[in-house]
């Protein structure tokens, strides 16, 4: 017990070093007003998809490219980052959608929230094995605090645009969680011009009510509506989460309207490297008419951008130089290609290499928008300002994942987990596979374990993970080993961990 207080109290020190560093940011904003926030997310972008983060390396997708294929050109991204800073080892909370938005939106681990898979998969999860009058987890809980609560409570308006994917009930609702305005989707994907699932119902909502989208590119339509709201004459500073359903499948190119579409995953073309490349091009340029709304309007220089992508790509997409993809704890599942900008506060040009998480941005937005965070929020996440500055550090922490429960392609369960603590990386493939430590300082395509020669490590990793994951999901809202336990009693998942 001793080790998971121990564990608990190095999660909450960043109180104290958020305390300490907003007298750096004191200083650095003249105005002395809160900036506006704005938070870009694409879905499923890969680290190797935004050129300035290959930094040299040869562009490699995760499934082979036909030879000739060109990887896509980001050059509102790459002026992003030479405006500001590159977060070279910026992480995703999961390796999938709907965890990741959890813990961006709370600032805890989403393990504490239950969201620890798809919300459909985990969902459906539920359902099958719920008991009578049982109601089954669905999603992000009523009593959770997301930054934009936090936000909208300082003086923000705010607005979410793009994907939500943090449930469908009307409690879970982005107006219900601190959202003034909402335009986008409450589930995972649709196609890029009516926003209809693969079931060809609509999941596009404007506020509250389920609309038509007007047939408009659906990356073009979600930045022209974050222009909008932007442009409006208020004196509140903004928060706007712009979560851009780009570059998810299914693959719609600007040029690719009229195409038939059968509803397969993937979209309607065969050539499917090259429409990736060209839904990534059409992401980047609607980023760069984001930005240039912020400069033509006067306010860029007292924004906050914060760009990133909720996990790894699939296989279309590119991780180099890692390993891995979307779905596995590998670099590339989770490192993701983060740019932070603040003309005045940071200095253009830079790069920080401090490993930091998707969690971290609550509480950075808070300290930005000095903004009070509730003693009672039990918030995981740092405060990264103190990476604005050239002298700045974070505290010394472990950072943690563990993949979720669920239901996915043909009934399995996956508990895949992984821990990083300074250079060293371990991987917890899962029941009955040998723990793998790589350190990353000169093997950062986990290429050979070396586990074995370093058991006193791995065992170390091991107990913080282990006090991480009682401390955690402690606060679950159900208990996920009694679920599994369920759901192998149901039949719908193997006894084994089958092997992947
Ligand atoms: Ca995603």
Known sequence: MNTVRIVSAAFRLPAFFAICFSSFLAAQISSGAPPNILLIVADDLGYGDVACFRDGVAWRTVKPAPPGTKPPATLHLDRLAK???????????????????????????????????????????????????????????????????????????????????????????????????????????????????????????????????????????????????????????????????????????????????????????????????????????????????????????????????????????????????????????????????????????????APAMSMDLFRTFAVAAEAEVPAELQLDGVDLTPLFSDEGRLPERSLFWERGVGVHMKQFHRRLAAIRRGNWKLVLPGPGKPPELYDLSNDPQERHSIATDHSAVVAEMKAAFDAWRTDVYADCPYDPDELILRLRKAGIIAEQQPSS
């Open 83 to 353: 405006s500001g800073l590159m977060l070279t080892s910026f992480y995703a909370n999961d390796a999938v959608c709907s965890p990741t938005r959890a813990a961006l939106m709370t600032g805890r681990y989403q393990h504490r929230t239950g969201v620890i898979n798809v919300l459909g998969q985990l969902s459906e999860a539920m359902e099958q094995t719920a008991s009578t009058g049982e109601t089954p987890f669905t999603g992000l809980g009523a009593d959770e605090t997301t930054i934009a609560e936090l936000l909208q409570k300082a003086g923000y308006r705010t607005a979410c645009i793009g994907k939500w994917h943090l449930g469908e009930m009307s409690t879970q609702h982005p107006m219900d969680n601190g959202f003034d305005h909402f335009v986008g989707t409450t589930a995972g994907a649709g196609d890029n011009f009516a926003m209809r699932d693969q079931r060809g119902r609509s999941t596009f909502w404007r506020d509250r009510e389920l609309a038509e989208a007007s047939g408009e590119y659906y990356t073009d339509l979600l930045a022209n509506e974050a222009i909008g709201f932007i442009r409006q004459p208020s004196d509140q500073p903004f928060f706007v989460y712009l979560p851009f359903t780009a570059p998810h499948v299914p693959y719609f190119a600007p040029g690719d309207r009229d195409l038939a579409w059968d509803g397969n995953e993937k979209g309607p073309r065969s050539d499917l490297h090259a429409a990736y490349a060209e839904v990534v091009e059409a992401l980047d340029s609607a980023v760069g008419r984001v930005l240039q709304a912020l400069e033509e309007e006067g306010l860029d220089r007292h924004t906050l951008v914060v760009f990133t992508s909720d996990n790894g790509p699939v296989d279309y997409g590119s991780a180099t130089p890692f390993r891995g993809r979307k779905t596995n704890l590998y670099e590339g599942g989770v490192r993701v290609p983060t740019i932070v900008s603040w003309p005045g506060v940071i200095k253009p040009g830079t790069q920080a290499d």
